[in-house]
DNA sequence: CGACAACTTGACGGGCGTCAACCGGAGTGG
DNA sequence: CCACTCCGGTTGACGCCCGTCAAGTTGTCG
C-alpha cells in the first residue's frame, strides 16, 4: 500500500478503472499479489511460442508487440501494447503461448504469479469481470486488424494503424494523438500491416505529401489527426472505449 | 432436465466439456436457463454490427459467420462458427456488437439471456471458466487469421482456412476432413481470406489439379488432407485442442 | 423454359513485392 | 578526431500476384 507500489500499478489500475468499477479493496488485493518488477531491452522477448509462462506480464512503461510467423518465415505483428495493458492474460487458461511477446522499447513490467492471477478473477468478481472484458476487447481489436489486413488497401492500412495506436496511447493518458512520436521502424509497420518495408516507405511519403504526417523529423509524428482519421476510415467503437 | 433438451443442449454440452470439467450440476443450470430455439434460414442475420443484444446465440445446427465491413464497402469475414460455438459470448460484457452475425447454411439456434448467463458464468466458476476460455480461443484464432491473411499467399490462405474449418467441425462430432463438404461459395471464402472470387477460383483450381480437394463435384471436398495441411502451413496448436 | 446464383475462363492492368544501390545518423574503436 | 560499421530510411527499376472487367457455362428452382 506504499505511495511506491501504487504510483508503479498506476497505470494498470487507470485501465482496470476503465473496464470495471473495481474499488480500494480490489486495487489492495492486487498491490498484495507477490509480483517482480522487471526491465527490458529493445527486442528484449517475454516469451515465445510454444512456452508454458508462470506468470503474467503487466506493462508499466514503455511498449510492446505479439507477433506470430508462417513456416517460411514470414512475420507478422499481431497487436502493440501500451503502458498499462495486460500482455498475456490467455495464459490464465491457455498453457501454450501461441505467438511471441517482445519489447519494442525500453520498458518495465510487473510479473504476477498466473495462479495467483486466476484465483483472485474468481474471488474478486469485479477483477474477473475488467479481466474478462479485458480479454473481450482484445479479440475486437483483432478482429478489426483482420479487416484492416484484409480489406484495406496500404496506405489506409497505415493510417488507420497509426490511428489505434495514437487512441490507445491517449486511452492511456499518454497524450493526444497529435503529439505522438510514433516508436515504430518501418519495418514494424510493415509486419504489423501485411506489407514489405519498402511499401510503407512509399505510402508514408504519400501520408506525408497529403500533409497527414510528418516525415522530416523521425520519428513520424501525426500533423493532421482528423485527416489521418478520415484516410483511414477510422471508427473507433470496436475498442470498446476502454483499450 | 428432458431428453429433449439435453439432446438440443448436445452440441454445446460437448463443447463446454472440452473446454472445462463441467458436470451434470452445471449442464443443468444451462438447462434451467430461459431460452428460446430459434431457425434461420441461409443469409440470415442475427446480430447487426451496432445493435445492443440482450441475448447470446448457442449453434445447434447449420454453420455461421462474422464480418464487418470497411467504409469503402469491402466486406471481412472474421471467422466461421459450426454447431456447440457461443456466438457472441463478448456481448455479457460489451454493450454494442462491432460487427455482423450471419447464418450461412439454415440452422438452429439457442438464444440465452445475457444476463442469466452472465450470472450463471459467476455462481458456477467452472462454466465462467469454461466460458472465459472460450473467448481467449476465439482471440487465438482471430490471430491466426490475422497471420494468414496478412503473410500467407493465395493458395496457401485458402488452404489453411479449409484447413480449420474442417478441424473445427471434426472437433465438433461431425466428421473427419476427408468427408467434409465445404458448405461455402466462393465469395464467402473470398472474403474470409481478403481475396477476390475469382481469384479464389483460380486457386481453388490449383489445388485441385494438385489432387489436394476435388472439383468435379459440387460442394469443394478434402481429398489428401495431409497434403493441404503442407501446402497450407497448417499447425493447429493455435486452436488449443478445443476449438 | 426462363431466371438467377454460382462457377469458370480469358485478357488486361495495377498495386505491391523484390532487388539493389545509396544516404544519413548513432555508436564504436583506434 | 576520424574511420568504420550498422541499422534504418530512401529511391528507382522491374516484374509478378492478384484485382478488375467481361463473357460464357452450369445447375437449380420456379
Known sequence: MAADDDDAFGPLFRKLQRLAQID??????????????RDVRPGEYLVREGERPTSCCVMLAGYACRHKTTGGGGRQIVSFHVPGDILDLQHLLLPHADHNLQAITAGT?????IADLRKIAVERTTIGAAL?????????????WVLNVGRRDAKARIAHMICEFATRRAAAGLGGPEQLALPLTQ?????ATGLTAVHV??????????????RDRRP????????????????????????
Not at 513490467?109 to 504469479?113: M, T
Not at 474478462?132 to 478489426?144: G, H, K, M, P
Not at 500533423?223 to 483499450?243: C, E, K, M, S, V
Open 132 to 144: 474478462w472484458r479485458d480479454t473481450l476487447i482484445d479479440a475486437s481489436i483483432f478482429r478489426e
Open 24 to 37: 480500494e479493496a480490489d486495487r489492495q488485493a492486487i498491490r498484495d499479489l507477490p509480483f517482480i518488477v
Open 187 to 191: 519495418e514494424q509497420i510493415a509486419d
Open 201 to 214: 516507405n512509399r505510402m508514408l511519403a504519400v501520408l506525408g505529401a497529403e500533409g497527414l504526417v510528418s
Open 109 to 113: 513490467y510487473a510479473c504476477l504469479p
Open 220 to 243: 513520424a509524428q501525426i500533423i493532421d489527426w482528423q485527416g489521418l482519421r478520415r484516410a483511414a476510415g477510422f471508427d473507433p467503437h470496436y475498442l470498446h472505449a476502454a483499450a
